[in-house]
């Protein structure tokens, strides 16, 4: 397999810095090529907005997805832009690392998505969820947060962590067709001692030998849905 | 009323700049102050960082929150922060304007959000929620989004909007203690006609006339939860 880690971080030194660097590790040694974006290294522009396009359809009016799709077509995107989307193209599984900022991703990371999942490539046209542009890739969310589990489960105070994710793992990666592993989540990691987390690392070593026995997460079929995207009728729930 | 309007729209022509606009205005014509944080337009730095502090706790290891803590503490958090902090202080009512992208917010609003929503103001030690530091305040979401009513609802093709906006209202707004109105959303924007888009800002201008009246969203109490956060057995459901 040849994976992408797409890897957020302000911290080189951080548990979740470690993650990526023993999932590189791990993934090499079990033979496939791994491609690290560590974004905070590249100092990765998070915004999107005119400078990444080189050439507009349109160029009184930005309408973000369309300069998108017209940069791709034209190859005119912006040159880190397009060095992300060789990354993805290549890539038959992404690994997204990072800690949780409030709920989601940090902005840094919400940048990449913002500008490398281009409208034209990865979706568009009636090309989402089962017929999205990235079919036939894997995706999996490898995070730290602080919480712990009882914290982020039905009763829990802040309910369950996947609906809390819904954006990311239904709204993101489903949407343009990924098939998407389960999280794999390290709960707590700014209050446990050294021992836990050499703990935790070891757990996440073991998921990643387990990449293709993991049950993906289901999301609607396009099959379920007509032309205007409302339900069909007949339609068996997804 | 001082009210705060958080704008992050790249096309100063859009309708997303115009609801800004519109509301600056209409908000000012009821007698209330308003300011207003044009992302785009402050070039506003979206990604949290070593930068973000002047004076470190601890200039070998980076842990964003606990900085962000001490630098509130020690007043040497960066200036651009800083004065957003000052207007979030001052707002009663925080309105964030935005495009959904990803069905979550631009990056660089994100990147407001990660930034000026500090530890030890906003949250820290066991106040979020119904105790969180920003209790008293009102946050509302105005949003634009591509899609229609019928693609975010209960049997809708992507679920229910306001459970892809949870890790927002639920997750950043409510934990923070604001009271979170619910969204004002413009339907399907770059597909309309311009008559149905000027219903749509005579929609939002009677929203902006009714926000006493409106019914705030519910989130947990921290009465419901022990000091492990833990469910108390006898709470009632919140």
Not at 56 to 72: F, I, K
Not at 97 to 118: E, Q, T
Not at 144 to 171: K, S, V
Request: net charge neutral; aromatic share 10%; hydrophobic share 45%.
């Amino acid at each position: 397999m040849n994976v992408l880690i797409v890897h957020a971080h302000n911290e080189p030194g951080s548990f979740c810095t470690s993650m990526m660097k023993a999932a590189t590790q791990e993934l090499r040694a079990q033979g496939h090529e791994v491609d690290v974006s560590d974004l905070y290294a590249m100092q990765w522009k998070a915004v999107a907005d005119a400078a990444d396009f080189g050439s507009r359809a349109n160029a009184d009016y930005l309408v973000y997805a369309l300069e998108q799709r017209h940069g791709w077509e034209a190859k005119t995107l912006a040159q880190d832009i397009l060095a992300e989307v060789e990354k993805l193209q290549r890539a038959d599984l992404v690994i997204f690392n990072f800690p949780i900022y409030w709920f989601s991703m940090p902005a840094i990371l919400k940048g990449w998505v913002d500008r490398v999942l281009i409208s034209g490539l990865c979706y568009g046209g009636m090309r989402f969820y089962d017929r999205g542009g990235l079919k036939g890739k894997k995706a999996m969310l490898a995070i730290t947060i602080g919480g712990q589990p009882h914290m982020l489960c039905e009763d829990g105070i802040h309910g369950e962590l996947q609906e809390m994710l819904r954006p990311i793992l239904r709204g993101t990666l489903g949407y343009t067709g990924m098939t998407v592993l389960p999280p794999f989540v390290a709960w707590h990691v700014p209050y446990i001692q050294p021992g836990q987390r050499g703990e935790l690392m070891e757990q996440y070593r073991q998921r990643l030998r387990q990449i293709d026995a993991l049950q993906p997460l289901r999301f609607p079929s396009m099959d379920h849905f007509d032309a205007a995207l409302r339900p069909r009728p007949a339609a068996a729930p997804w």
